[in-house]
């Protein structure tokens, strides 16, 4: 649903930068070699960007490719772009694997036992499955044994129910001895494929930090998520590669005077060591902000401002004693401008990627290109 932007910016919102977007995706494009393939991974509502414009701006650019973690996910790519290939990466349930395949959408096959979920959903669609067979090579997550995988592999596709696109695999990017040993699994059990007379399209084992940390081990193609939205991998020597694109903002509700002593909110352990100007922010942990208690800090005005007591549901507070000039009803910046999502995860104990997916659906997104307003998402109904 689209709102007036005066009524996205009222409360809390998040700025989406289509811009940056684009030029995170074309610099990820510029470490692949031409003969690998870039997936863009849109799970999480685009890590919290918006599934839908994304993928309809990464389409503009000419991307075909997505993957997401769920079949509601993958329906959702089609309908924004009706001509894409989408991975699922998870498990679909009976009924959902059914319309995955007679929607010729790819299917992550895991294990045997879910391979003849996917054969008897392929028998009720009434045509062949399409799918990438999942290898679990120390992630110990979810795939197959690479010991026993090919012999699986050739049996699904003896039954001709499954058409086995593509072998992939996630590192768990431990240390690079293991990584080394995780890629060597995959390419392992595509090697025996190959011996037996069986030749997988697509081999794929990278993520946004094997994508800059492994170039000689692209393959057939990599699957970039975080990188697109600016969570570059730590410690890479350009970070000016992947800019945040996302930046989440409120305003000020209320400016008051507390006495030294005093706690504020629900918080009993901190209390105020100086008479202080304190601001209730118009959001709260439900938006995306942690639920930390005095820890943490906002930009307003170009300048920092402490949290202070604990965070609530709706609303926050924050200490703005040294900040001259504050007013009700002034921009406040929760991630982005000068709070970096290195920073902002580290507050919390949080994941960066966490960090950007947490944003709450109440959170109008108002999307920019080249410094314009060019969409207003309300994903409340």
């Not at 995706?25 to 692949?32: D, E, I, P």
């Not at 504020?264 to 118009?282: C, F, K, N």
């Not at 549901?313 to 007013?327: A, H, N, R, W, Y």
């Amino acid at each position: 649903m689209n709102i007036p932007y005066e009524e996205a910016i009222s409360r809390c919102w998040a700025e989406v930068d289509l811009t940056r977007l684009v030029t995170n995706y074309r610099n990820a494009l510029a470490h692949l070699k031409p003969e690998t393939q870039l997936i863009c991974v849109l799970k999480a509502d685009a890590y919290g960007l918006g599934l839908p414009q994304v993928a309809k701006t990464l389409a503009k650019e000419g991307q075909r490719f997505f993957a997401v973690a769920s079949y509601n996910e993958a329906e959702q790519l089609r309908r924004a772009v009706p001509v894409s290939e989408v991975l699922i990466l998870g498990m679909a349930g009976p009924a959902q694997l059914v319309k995955a395949i007679r929607a010729n959408m790819l299917l992550t096959v895991f294990s045997s036992r879910y391979a003849q979920q996917v054969e008897a959903a392929a028998r009720e669609a009434g045509v062949p499955a399409r799918a990438h067979v999942k290898i679990e090579t120390g992630l110990n997550r979810l795939g197959m044994d690479p010991a026993s995988a090919a012999d699986e592999v050739e049996r699904m596709a003896e039954t001709g129910l499954i058409h086995v696109e593509g072998l992939f695999t996630h590192l768990a990017l431990r240390d690079a001895a293991s990584d080394r040993r995780q890629i060597d699994l995959l390419t392992g059990v595509r090697d025996a494929l190959a011996a037996r007379g069986m030749k997988i399209p697509m081999t794929h084992a990278l993520d946004s930090i094997g994508m800059v940390r492994y170039p000689q081990d692209h393959l057939d193609a990599v699957r970039t998520g975080a990188w697109l939205y600016g969570v570059y991998p730590r410690g890479y020597a350009h970070p000016e590669e992947s800019r945040l694109a996302i930046t989440v903002k409120t305003r000020i509700a209320q400016i008051h005077r507390v006495r030294a002593g005093e706690c504020l909110g629900y918080d009993e352990s901190h209390p105020l060591t100086r008479d202080s100007v304190i601001a209730t922010l118009a959001a709260g942990y439900i938006d995306g902000y942690p639920r930390q208690n005095s820890r943490g800090e906002v930009e307003i005005r170009g300048r920092r401002a402490p949290v202070a007591g604990l965070v609530c549901m709706d609303q926050m507070m924050v200490d703005v004693t040294d900040i001259p000039g504050v007013q009700e009803g002034d921009e406040v910046i929760l991630l982005g401008g000068g709070i970096g999502v290195d920073e902002y995860a580290a507050w919390a104990n949080l994941n960066r990627n966490e960090s950007l997916a947490r944003t709450g659906r109440r959170v109008p997104r108002v999307y920019i290109e080249d410094g314009q307003v060019v969409s207003i998402v309300e994903t409340l109904d």
